[in-house]
């Protein structure tokens, strides 16, 4: 088998109140406002890292659609005020930096830095609409010279 990478290029939150999202997501996040433009009468606005022109990350009041029936608003409400209806995963290279950084704008902290049994190191935060950031540091993989030689005696090339 071989390995897929998959990146992603868009996704949609559901946000109570767009205006906060977007505040949070500019102003804590850092992101910057992609696109506006949508049908008459929907209230939502595209974000994403400056350094990642290409990811999209669609910010939706669901109440705003007139589509939506009363009874699938009240689902979409319930699921958002679990924190169970987006899930983001962000990769960083310092995954203490950028808790103390959000954790210090105020945002709700779910899971403070930890070490997972893969090497990887996380954390995550909720929206201010429930939705789940979480943010990733991958195992540093670091050669010493001694590893090196090791690997070098057994004729095994070094990771």
Known sequence: MTRTDLRL????????DLNEA??????????E???DDGPEGMQWMSVGPPSQPDVQIVLESPGADSGVSP???QAIAELMAKGLLG???FVTDSCDAIFERIEAAGAEVMQEPINQPNGARDCAF??????????TQPRQVVL??????????TGRPAP
Do not use: W
Request: aromatic content about 8%; glycine content about 6%.
């Open 87 to 89: 899930r983001l995963v």
């Open 71 to 73: 009874a699938d608003r």
């Open 126 to 135: 909720l929206d201010p609409s429930g939705n789940m950031l979480r943010f």
């Open 33 to 35: 406002i992609r696109d």
């Open 9 to 16: 290029s868009s996704c949609t939150l559901a946000v109570h």
């Open 22 to 31: 977007l505040g949070f997501y500019q102003d804590v996040l850092g992101f």
């Open 144 to 153: 010493t010279l001694e590893s090196r030689q090791a690997h070098a005696a």
